[in-house]
T-cell receptor, first 115, second 114 residues
Framework: DTGVSQDPRHKITKRGQNVTFRCDPI?????LYWYRQTLGQGPEFLTY????????KSRLLSDRFSAERPKGSFSTLEIQRTEQGDSAMYLC?????????????FGQGTRLTVV | TQLLEQSPQFLSIQEGENLTVYCNSS?????LQWYRQEPGEGPVLLVT?????EVKKLKRLTFQFGDARKDSSLHITAAQPGDTGLYLC??????????????FGKGTKLSVKP
């Protein structure tokens, strides 16, 4: 399977703990995106990378959130001191190009539950 | 405020009926994508429209991009239970804002009953 892969699929954690999610994009896609989706809502943009450079962060990404893409391939999203409001589906997507018509291909997501 | 407004929010129909879902904005988009999402899964890309006035067909699904590139519609003919899911439109802004990310609508939750 050469699609976008996310790990883990599900994560249950206690409030205050740190969690880290991994995303492996489609090979040779130089753009990688992180989105968050809560029940009944569309995905909300968090951040994106062009190769290893983090080019944009949403104001949704508080200082408890950090994302990396060290070698321009896989990416990690870490949430420190989790809160119940962080419970959501975290989606990763990758895109082969920038500009008009670029299409994002999504992974299956990581469902985070903070108890 | 939501940049992309989708309507209706919920739609429940019988198998065989036709339906149209709308995606509207006051902003101009370089391109617009439609995705379908099932519970617990990531969105799956259905189509991308780029040119104002463009119409694309995918079997029983017809997608249209408005002439002014501010709106789009998805029409499904003879809906089947397998069409059930959350339909999301997403666009890349043409002017201003961020050029780097897709903006999503809240989605239309479609239920097709046999």
């Amino acid at each position: 399977d050469t699609g976008v892969s996310q790990d883990p699929r599900h994560k249950i954690t206690k409030r205050g703990q740190n969690v880290t999610f991994r995303c492996d994009p489609i090979s040779e896609h130089n753009r990688l995106y992180w989105y968050r989706q809560t029940l009944g809502q569309g995905p909300e943009f968090l951040t994106y990378f062009q190769n290893e450079a983090q080019l944009e962060k949403s104001r949704l990404l508080s200082d408890r959130f950090s994302a990396e893409r060290p070698k321009g391939s896989f990416s990690t999203l870490e949430i420190q001191r989790t809160e119940q409001g962080d419970s959501a589906m975290y989606l990763c997507a990758s895109s082969p190009q920038m500009g008009v018509g670029s299409e994002a291909f999504f992974g299956q997501g990581t469902r985070l539950t903070v108890v | 405020t939501q940049l992309l407004e989708q309507s209706p929010q919920f739609l429940s129909i019988q198998e065989g009926e036709n339906l149209t879902v709308y995606c509207n904005s006051s902003s101009v988009f370089s391109s617009l994508q439609w995705y379908r999402q099932e519970p617990g899964e990531g969105p799956v890309l259905l189509v991308t429209v780029v040119t104002g006035g463009e119409v694309k067909k995918l079997k029983r699904l017809t997608f249209q991009f408005g002439d002014a590139r501010k709106d789009s519609s998805l029409h499904i003919t003879a809906a089947q239970p397998g069409d059930t899911g959350l339909y999301l439109c997403a666009g890349a802004l043409r002017y201003g804002g961020s050029q780097g990310n897709l903006i999503f609508g809240k989605g239309t939750k479609l239920s097709v009953k046999p």
